[in-house]
């Protein structure tokens, strides 16, 4: 089946899914072994120049922060608003989410723009839920994406 990828580095602003890391030493990661014919491709997955593996459904503890990776492709110059908000599995609006951008590492013209922000899940109750996420430039366009986590009891432990 043919699949047609768009080049991001062109048209309107992307923001992927927002990424949580796994805790470190969770997975082992191995790499295929590569041949001169092969293109060596970069890592996608950093926060600054650490590499981490990007959890499937996050399990957050309530009121503790969480790190947050977004990857974006043509947010612009200048500054960046986020907004967020926090929805229910169902789709219902629970409210803002406290989410605090903390850097931003620019990519250029065929790079995505990194963003590394904090997340705090502080009064939600355990269960899962959907982070909602826009960034948007100074012209006031913005990108938009969401990843689902589960909030744990604080009997529970991490997955």
Avoid: C, H
Avoid at 15 to 27: N, R, S
Avoid at 86 to 103: F, K, N, T, Y
Wanted: proline fraction near 11%; charged fraction near 20%.
């Amino acid at each position: 089946m043919a699949v047609q990828v768009p080049v991001f580095t062109q048209g309107p602003r992307v923001l992927l899914q927002p990424f949580f890391p796994e805790p470190a030493g969770k997975w082992l990661v191995v790499r295929e072994a590569v041949s001169q014919d092969d293109r060596q491709v970069a890592y996608p997955f950093m926060m600054g120049e650490e590499p981490f593996i990007p959890a499937s459904l996050p399990v957050l503890s309530p009121g503790k922060e969480a790190r947050l990776s977004l990857i974006g492709y043509n947010l612009g110059q200048g500054d960046l608003k986020m907004e967020s908000k926090i929805l229910s599995q169902d789709g219902r609006e629970i409210g803002p989410a406290e989410v605090r951008l903390d850097a931003r590492q620019a990519g250029g013209p065929a790079a995505p723009d990194r963003l590394t922000a904090t997340f705090r899940p502080s009064s939600l109750s355990p269960g899962e839920y959907l982070l909602l996420v826009t960034v948007k430039g100074p012209d006031g366009a913005g990108g938009t994406s969401s990843a689902p986590f589960v909030v744990e009891s604080g009997a529970q432990k991490s997955r």
